[in-house]
């Protein structure tokens, strides 16, 4: 499974880059919002430190129009901006059609706000790279993201459908490791989601215990 880190803030996507773990960035019109960036040459500039830090792992960059000709137009633009750019695209019918038309002009994509299996099928015949289900967001209205991430990953298998299921809108460590048992390709997590697989109390007391120990024949 590859790890994506879903954040526009330059200190913990180094963070997670440092860990040497990880194999990409999500981002989206919120989290860019949140680090205070403004104007498009400001956002285009940070995209592409982004991309830089991450040495050739994808960055998703979301277009900010919902119409087939501003979404391409936007689209264009942003995967100019590096190589490794991935057009982030919503799942909507105009969307679905934009997506078309990057595959065919060999630009990748990946198609966001994915909360059914139809929404994913979908993109995925249109050619999205990735399709986005958001895990969290399903839990919090009293659905079960994890099973659609079954039902994503039972379709693709048996359709032998290339598109990869990237896991997104992760809340915790435990939602890493069920997206991953339930047959997701990438999970893109918040940093402390990440840092928490490496948590346990009985690490830290064989630890504690091990370097109490390592005094004694120092
Ligand atoms: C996906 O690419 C989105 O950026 C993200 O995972 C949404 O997560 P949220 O539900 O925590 O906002």
Redesign the pocket.
């Known amino acids: 499974m590859k790890y994506f880190i ?1 954040t526009a803030n330059l200190n913990q996507i180094k963070e997670a880059h440092d860990l040497g773990i990880l194999d990409g960035v ?3 019109p ?2 860019m919002a949140k680090e205070g960036i403004k104007g498009e040459s400001a956002v285009n500039k940070h995209y592409q430190t982004i991309c830089e830090i991450v040495e050739g792992g994808d960055v ?1 960059a979301e277009v900010t129009t919902v119409d087939f000709k501003s979404i391409v137009k936007q689209g264009k633009k942003l995967a100019a901006l590096a190589k490794n750019i991935v057009v ?1 695209v919503p799942m909507i019918p105009d969307g679905v059609q934009a997506i078309k038309w990057f595959t065919d002009n060999g630009i990748l994509t ?1 198609c ?1 706000l994915i909360f059914s299996a139809g929404k994913a099928m979908l993109a995925a015949k249109a050619g999205a790279a990735y399709v ?1 289900p ?1 895990i ?2 399903i839990d919090d209205s009293g659905w079960d993201g994890i099973e659609l991430i079954e039902q994503i990953s039972h379709i693709f298998t048996i359709q032998q459908i290339d598109s990869q299921i ?1 896991a ?4 915790s460590s435990l939602h890493i490791i069920k997206c991953s048992e339930a047959g997701d390709n990438v999970c ?1 997590c ?1 940093l402390e989601s990440i840092i928490g697989l490496t948590k346990h109390p009985l690490t830290d007391i064989g630890l504690a215990k091990f370097m109490e120990d390592a005094k004694k024949f120092a």
Do not use: H, Q, V
């Not at 997104?168 to 809340?171: E, F, G, T, V, Y």
């Open positions: 879903d999500t981002t989206n919120s989290l998703s982030k990946n966001t986005s958001f969290g967001r990237l997104a809108s992760i809340r893109t918040p």
